[in-house]
């Protein structure tokens, strides 16, 4: 089988990093995540474990329940496929849900999983502006552009979702659903978009402690070695950075989109944590 040029780099990145720190034992580092929920920024900490030890930024692209361009879903086979692909010390990254032969995948001895998760507010408001200004390939791009006239057209449609069209784009409630079982596996970091902005060094903490627990070695000093991950965050170095605001929703939402959303979502804030009941 011929290889791609990304899986040619991804071998000649192992190469050099097993010149560095010698057999490359480290676990897998995989970063999921609900779309536009901070992929990138988990992404540059966990590859900035290959400043610290036999880990390896693989460079593979990201392992979807969805193809983008189509929308259409991906099979089973397709994204147990992808994720084979990883070797010890790869860091990896991906939207998936928690479907039981990914858990038992990513949940297995050496790998070290994550998941980083959003107020889903700040989600409906963060894709509009994805779908509409900065991913022309997306299947839903230019419904979202050329057909919806105005913002609040679009959010109200982030919100709803578009349930007539034969390819999946439910309501945010209904998307979330698949992505919530993580929540509940000991071996997966669940980590709040927003504790990672607002506390950094608390979650670099609980970053490194986990990947240390699953199989990572490092011989100097756990506080360094926070500064470096710490160091490695560049939020603008992503190709989907916007803002990194939290709380955003509050500027867009109306009173029609705030009705529509508790309408549609019902207890789904309550069960992330972001509100204690539907008074907000």
């Known amino acids: 089988m011929k290889q791609t040029l990304k899986q040619i780099r991804h071998q000649y990145r192992r190469m050099r990093q097993q010149q ?42 990201a392992v979807v329940t969805f193809d983008g361009p189509t929308g259409k879903q991906r099979t089973i086979e397709a994204i147990l496929k992808d994720l084979r692909r990883f070797q010890p010390g790869d860091v990896g990254y991906g939207h998936l849900h928690a479907l039981p032969e990914v858990v038992d995948l990513l949940c297995s001895e050496g790998v070290a999983p994550f998941f980083i998760y959003r107020d889903p507010r700040d989600v ?21 552009k050329n057909e919806l006239s105005s913002f609040d ?3 109200r449609t982030s919100i709803l979702g578009r349930p007539e069209l034969d390819i999946s784009f439910p309501d ?12 509940h ?21 609980r970053v490194f402690d986990h990947v240390s627990s699953r199989g990572f070695v490092y011989n100097g000093e756990r506080e360094a070695a926070i500064q470096l991950l710490r160091e490695r965050i560049a939020p603008k170095r992503s190709p989907t950075f916007r803002s990194g605001k939290t709380g955003a929703w ?31």
């Open 172 to 183: 945010i409630r209904t998307r979330f659903e698949p992505y919530l079982e993580w929540l």
């Open 153 to 155: 057209e679009r959010l």
């Open 185 to 205: 596996h000991e071996e997966v970091l669940s980590i709040r978009f927003e504790d990672f902005i607002e506390q950094p060094q608390e979650i670099l903490g």
């Open 124 to 144: 409906v408001v963060s894709h509009v502006f994805y779908v509409t200004e900065m991913a022309p390939e997306h299947v839903h791009h230019s419904y979202y």
């Open 20 to 61: 560095r720190f010698g057999e490359l034992n480290a676990p897998i580092l995989f970063g999921n995540s609900f779309p536009k929920s901070g992929t990138h920024l988990l992404t540059q900490v966990l590859a900035g474990f290959a400043e610290l030890g036999p880990v390896v930024d693989s460079g593979l692209p």
């Open 250 to 280: 509050r500027e867009h939402f109306n009173a029609e989109h705030t009705a529509l959303f508790k309408e549609v979502t019902g207890d789904l804030l309550e069960v992330l944590g972001y509100a204690r009941d539907s008074d907000w």
